[in-house]
C-alpha cells in the first residue's frame, strides 16, 4: 500500500464502521416502528407485548455483551461481525415469517447479539484499533452511523410496507446485511 493510501485507508475504515453501525441500529432498533401498525393488525397483540421486543433486544445485548466481547476480543471485529451479518439476514427472514409473540421475542433475541457482533462494541474496536491519534474523531464519525440508521430505515420500510406488504418488506431489507457482508467477507474491515 502506497503512503497516501495508509494515511487514508484508516478514514476508509471509520467511514465503512458508520456503515456498519447504520446498517445495525438502524435494522435492529429505529427501522422496526414503521411495522407496529402492521403487526398489531395482523396479531391482534396490544402495544405493551409488542413494545416488550425492545426490552428483550436490550436486555439481551446488556446482559451478553461482556461475554460476547471475549470473542470481539479473540476473533476480533471482522470474524464476528460475519457472524452478524448471517444472523441479522436470518433475523429478518424470520421476522418475515413470525405468527406468534414467542417468534418475535426469540427475533430479538437475535437481534440483541447481532448489536454486540455488529454494533457499538465491534465498531469501536475497528476504529480503535486503526488510530492513536483523532482516536475519538474517528470514533465519531463510526458513531454518526447510528443516527443515520434512525433517518435511513423508518423511510425505506415505510416505503416497502405500502409497495409490498410487511411480509415482504423484511425480506426487502435484506440487501443490507447481505451488502456488508459481502464488504466484511472481502476484507475491507
Known amino acids: 500500500m502506497s503512503e497516501p493510501a495508509k494515511n487514508y485507508f484508516p478514514w476508509v475504515i471509520a467511514i ?3 456503515l456498519t453501525l447504520m446498517v445495525s441500529n438502524g435494522m435492529t432498533i429505529s427501522g422496526l416502528s414503521v411495522f407496529d401498525e402492521s403487526l398489531l393488525n395482523e396479531f391482534g397483540w396490544n402495544r405493551g407485548e409488542l413494545k416488550f421486543r425492545d426490552m428483550v433486544t436490550l436486555g439481551v445485548t446488556g446482559i451478553a455483551a461482556p461475554f460476547l466481547g471475549v470473542f470481539l476480543d ?9 457472524v ?9 427472514v424470520l ?7 414467542g417468534d418475535l421475542y426469540f427475533v430479538h433475541v437475535i437481534m440483541g447479539i447481532v448489536l454486540i457482533l ?4 465491534a ?6 484499533s486503526w488510530f492513536v491519534e483523532k482516536r ?5 464519525i463510526a458513531l454518526v452511523g447510528t443516527s443515520l440508521g434512525g433517518a435511513m430505515f423508518p423511510q425505506y420500510g415505510t416505503a416497502m410496507i405500502q409497495s409490498v406488504g410487511w411480509r415482504q418488506a423484511y425480506l426487502s431489507e ?3 446485511p447481505v451488502a456488508l457482508l459481502l464488504l466484511t467477507i472481502g476484507r475491507l474491515y
Open 84 to 92: 452478524g451479518w448471517l444472523l441479522l439476514g436470518g433475523a429478518y
Open 136 to 140: 475519538g474523531t474517528a470514533i465519531g
Open 74 to 82: 479473540r476473533y476480533g471485529p471482522r470474524a464476528c461481525m460475519i
Open 95 to 101: 421476522y418475515s415469517r413470525i405468527n406468534s409473540l
Open 174 to 176: 435484506l440487501i443490507f
Open 118 to 121: 455488529n454494533g457499538l462494541n
Open 123 to 128: 465498531g469501536v474496536i475497528l476504529v480503535s
Open 16 to 18: 465503512l464502521a458508520s
